[in-house]
């Protein structure tokens, strides 16, 4: 987190003649600036935060995930040009990164995985479940896929909850180590 010094450092960087763009990123609302006993809105200085420009965002809704898998997932259609016909058939999207066709079902469970994980980790199962697909010589993903493909990887939930219960096994501590300890180089 940055310091009164540290922002008085950006504003005399904001009014020089080559004037960098700042992106910042906070969640604090009211905050104690950093350095002072002041409190104002994000932890910034006044002035700072009469220059910037705030821009609100929110979390995720069910249509918006699903509106982000259908921008990664395209019906299957015929490229004309810089044109895209679309096939009247909407329940098979078909993915242009990863060139994977979804069931219907499938984007459906793939909402679902994004609002419980994360959209990253959802989007990234697309390609897994591509993998597993083929394997079994299907041509698109289905829902057995993913589910599939959720098994083999964890998201970061999963992931902390299974060290924690694996933290005696993987990991112990050990006393100070003593010379007999190294591993032989010879």
């Not at 898998?69 to 009247?88: D, E, K, M």
Request: glycine share 4%; proline share 3%.
């Amino acid at each position: 987190m940055l310091d009164i010094e540290c922002f008085s450092y950006l504003n005399r960087a904001l009014e020089s003649d080559l004037a960098p763009l700042v992106v910042m990123a906070s969640n604090r609302g009211m905050a104690r600036i950093r350095g002072t006993n002041f409190r104002s809105p994000h932890g910034l200085p006044l002035d700072l935060l009469d220059r910037v420009l705030i821009v609100s965002t929110k979390e995720y809704e069910d249509e918006d995930i699903q509106q982000i898998i259908q921008i990664r997932s395209v019906n299957p259609g015929v490229r004309l040009g810089c044109a895209l016909i679309f096939s009247l058939s909407f329940q098979h999207p078909r993915c242009q990164e990863e060139d994977v066709q979804l069931t219907s079902e499938a984007a459906n469970v793939l909402t679902a995985m994004a609002k419980q994980t994360t959209l990253r980790y959802a989007l990234n199962l697309i390609a897994c479940g591509r993998v597993v697909s083929r394997k079994r010589k299907a041509e698109q993903v289905d829902v057995e896929d993913l589910r599939r493909a959720y098994t083999y990887f964890m998201d970061e939930k999963r992931s902390v909850q299974w060290l924690k219960e694996q933290q005696g096994v993987l990991f112990e501590e050990v006393g100070p180590s003593v010379a007999g300890d190294m591993m032989d180089s010879t």
